[in-house]
């Protein structure tokens, strides 16, 4: 079922998918299986109880997100309470997270220790930029996107309800995701989440997060799933994507990495771009 992007709040198809097919798998991590239905229970207590800690609606608040499916839900339960969500990689160094808090103007930050949640309060830097960005959204703030800074000074991205939403809506459709898809996941949660987690759980997608991107731990999980979507950086032998794209119609990556890979000799894929994404899409016959 196609969710309706043009809600207010982006965690509306989640919520259809956890009604309609309550049973279908949404997040795999490890021994991990989570139904769209447990997803969208964990995230309604989760948020919950980020109100009991005290976070109000609209509050900027930051969270390290490793490539797990307990922080893919506070994530998403940060959005329900009505906060706006600042994803931080979780390899970066002190500095670097001062950095991200500061150019995101953040007022708390999330710290989970084995499974609990802990809400602290920041320091707001003075930004008096934020406050007016805020007041021009069309929708309230779900996302600030830290950037990496490699072409300045870091900024924070504020990404509204509505813009993620459009997003989503124009880059699935060209890729075309949905129900059937089972997406293997190797890159950093933080910097692909507005889009790409976003999709695949608006459209009712599977989602098997590895630990690395170590060619042994893919095909450990595309012999156990079989995958249609690969979303990583091509890398590896000519015989690990021979053997990598044998059920895989799709593979997706942020940047301009497919642009001449050698698999395009292999394979009859063509290139797609799908609001920053490139994708190829296998042409099966």
């Not at 509306?12 to 956890?18: K, L, M, S, V």
């Not at 309609?20 to 995230?43: C, F, G, N, R």
């Not at 642009?259 to 042409?283: C, E, V, Y």
């Amino acid at each position: 079922m196609t969710p309706d992007l043009n809600s207010t709040n982006v965690l509306t198809g989640i919520e259809r998918q956890a009604e309609t097919d309550p049973d279908h798998q949404a997040l795999v991590s490890d021994a991990i299986v989570m139904t769209y239905a447990e997803l969208w229970q964990k995230v309604c207590c989760h948020a919950a109880k980020l109100g009991q800690l005290g976070l109000q609606p609209g509050e900027r608040l930051a969270l390290t997100m490793e490539n797990r499916t307990d922080h893919l839900v506070w994530a998403l339960a940060v959005i329900k309470a009505g906060a706006c969500l600042i994803p931080l990689p979780p390899d970066a160094t002190s500095s670097e997270t001062e950095d991200y808090l500061r150019c995101s103007a953040a007022q708390g930050l999330l710290d989970l220790d084995q499974g609990n949640a802990n809400l602290t309060l920041v320091s707001e830097v003075e930004d008096p930029l934020t406050e007016t960005r805020f007041a021009t959204l069309s929708s309230p703030p779900a996302i600030i996107r830290p950037t990496s800074g490699t072409t300045g000074a870091q900024k924070g991205v504020l990404l509204s309800h509505a813009s993620v939403a459009g997003r989503i809506a124009c880059a699935n459709s060209v890729l075309g995701i949905g129900p059937d898809d089972i997406v293997l996941w190797t890159l950093p949660c933080a910097y692909h989440l507005a889009v790409s987690i976003f999709l695949y759980l608006n459209y009712g997608a599977t989602i098997l997060l590895a630990k690395d991107q170590s060619p042994d731990t893919l095909l450990e999980l595309a012999s156990i799933w079989p995958v249609t979507t690969l979303f990583t950086v091509p890398h590896g032998s000519i015989g690990f994507w021979l053997q990598m794209l044998q059920t895989v119609i799709s593979l997706i990556c942020a940047g301009p990495f497919l642009q001449g890979f050698f698999f395009q000799d292999l394979l009859p894929w063509r290139l797609k771009s799908a609001s920053g994404i490139r994708s190829a899409r296998h042409m099966v016959s």
